[in-house]
């Protein structure tokens, strides 16, 4: 089993910068990747960046250029580097364990982009 533990979240004015980190512990030897997802009320669960243990990274067009996903693997945490925020960015984020099958999931954090 996996666990994923998230924080950093909170409130920020729009412009303004938040760093969340999400740090794995457990049975980590199927985990392919990990990455971030965001969910607002009544919305599926979206994606924001995810990157594999190698560092090969991906983007949702929303985030491209404003937000930075790296991977310190001798940590198992990954980080999101959020600058520029918006109020649509407000949503709560989750953290993600990635394998080939289920992914692993964090209990998620909020996060609130003050306009």
């Known amino acids: 089993q996996v666990q994923l533990v998230e924080s950093g979240g909170g409130l920020v004015q729009a412009g303004g910068s938040l760093r969340l980190s999400c740090a794995a512990s457990?049975?980590?030897?199927?985990?392919?990747?990990m990455g971030w997802y965001r969910q607002v009320p009544g919305k599926q669960r979206a994606l924001v960046a995810t990157?594999?243990?190698?560092?090969?990274?991906n983007y949702s067009d929303a985030v491209k250029g404003r937000f930075t996903i790296s991977i310190d693997n001798a940590k198992n945490t990954v980080y999101l580097q959020m600058n520029n925020m918006k109020p649509e960015d407000t949503a709560v984020y989750y953290c993600?364990?990635?394998?080939?099958?289920?992914?692993?999931w964090g209990q998620g954090t909020q996060v609130t982009v003050s306009s």
């Open positions: 993600v364990g990635q394998r080939i099958g289920p992914n692993y």
């Open positions: 457990g049975s980590l030897f199927s985990i392919i990747g």
């Open positions: 990157i594999t243990r190698g560092g090969t990274t």
